[in-house]
């Protein structure tokens, strides 16, 4: 078997630009967490934790980049807010007194837990936006 190397490509969009899932793995598939990208078919790396998952990401995203583009093939864009056809599902664990607060508030407002920490994460990301 001969190896080919493939010399690092500068990607047209950057990793932050590409929606990424995180998930984490069962026992049964060895623990920790995957991380694909669902505009990068077959990019996609894994870690202990979710951190070590991303960071591994980033190298795989940049192997994946200079791949494609050694095969000649096109780099996808990157999917706009809004252009997703269905919902991302989203697992992040809470600690139990948050989880406490958010329910407290999403009864007091009439409204589901979904959408109130959908709400919440729209905000927040719109300040930090609006700050940058």
């Not at 998952?53 to 494609?68: G, L």
Request: overall charge negative; proline content about 10%; charged content about 20%.
């Amino acid at each position: 078997m001969s190896e080919i190397t493939v010399p690092h490509v500068e990607p047209p969009y950057p990793f932050e630009a590409y929606a990424h899932i995180v998930e984490p793995l069962t026992p049964e598939d060895g623990g920790g967490f995957l991380i694909t990208f669902p505009d990068l078919p077959g990019c996609m790396s894994d870690g202990e934790n979710e951190l070590e998952a991303i960071t591994n990401a980033r190298d795989a995203f940049s192997v994946w980049m200079s791949a494609r583009t050694h095969m000649g093939k096109p780099i996808p864009k990157p999917t706009r807010h809004g252009e997703t056809a269905e919902p991302v599902r989203l697992m992040q664990r809470l600690p139990r007194s948050l989880h406490a607060n958010l329910v407290a508030r999403a009864k007091a407002e009439g409204t589901s837990l979904n959408t109130l920490v959908t709400m919440l994460l729209a905000e927040g990301l719109g300040k930090r936006e609006h700050q940058a």
